[in-house]
């Protein structure tokens, strides 16, 4: 009698059980109890409590300044990955190989650095920064300043998403729509745009998620101007250290939210883009 074939891939049901119990234990004692938490706390004192805490002057700044730094930061990046993505995988120049390292820059690099990095380069004591502030441009200290480290951090993550799926999809549709006597704006258009548009909005997905949730770059430019320059992160640890943990916990429950909002995004655009 021949032994019964099994997949060199398969496991026994017990070591699946506890693999996947494993999995699930992890993600409620480290993800799902810590957010539970934060809306059971935020909610505490009451809705009245809450609600002034998220509509006082300071929070309503912050909430306003995130969301405007983001604003700008999204198109920027379509704009800069759509930009990269294209040269890289269309042509064939000296120095690709540099410019490929150079995106995964403020993945290796700490956001504390690259906030310093820019307080060197734009603020007052710096030749192009003391320029600027002559001439009635104030980066650091400033929202210029947020929207330049929300930038920098944010910028890698549509290029990373459209380079691998154009790189795959190869550039044999827009040579033929090349030869029909289509313009370079008509390719993009209806050619390219079309084909990349799911990992295009997956890359701008990630992008605002870290936009709105970065700290470290951000709180060196802010210089924490309370209803001026504190982003939502930095409102949150400028309440907290001063004891006021209703104010603190109702504006992480706002930020929870919304990365509960991009998490359903993700899932939604993911789905998508397989179908």
Known sequence: M???????????PWLRRMLIGTALLFMALFLLVPLISIFVEAFRQGLQV???AITEPDALSAIKLTLLAAAIALPLNAIFGIAV???????????????LTLIDLPFSVSPVIAGLALVLVFGVNAALGGWLEA?????????????????????????????PLMQAQGSAQEEAARILGAS???????????????????????????????????????????????????HIEVVY???????????????????????????????????
């Open 241 to 275: 250290n001063e004891y006021q943990f209703a104010a603190a916990f109702a504006v992480s429950s706002l930020l929870a939210l919304l990365a509960l909002v991009t998490l359903v995004l993700k899932f939604v655009v993911e789905r998508r883009s397989h179908a």
């Open 50 to 52: 809450y609600w002034a």
């Open 135 to 163: 001439n009635g441009l104030q980066v650091i200290f400033a929202v210029p300043g947020i929207v330049l480290a929300t930038v920098f951090v944010t910028f890698p993550f549509v290029a990373r998403e459209l380079i």
């Open 85 to 99: 993505a294209w040269a890289v995988t269309k042509f064939d120049f000296r120095g690709k190989s540099l410019l």
């Open 2 to 12: 021949s032994r019964p074939t099994t997949s060199p891939t398969s496991e026994s």
């Open 184 to 234: 370079g704006w008509q390719i993009f258009r209806r050619v390219t745009l079309p084909n990349i548009k799911w990992a295009l909005l997956y890359g701008l997905i990630l992008s605002n998620a870290r936009a709105m949730g970065e700290f470290g770059a951000v709180s060196i430019v802010s210089g924490h101007i309370r209803g001026q320059t504190n982003t939502m992160p930095l």
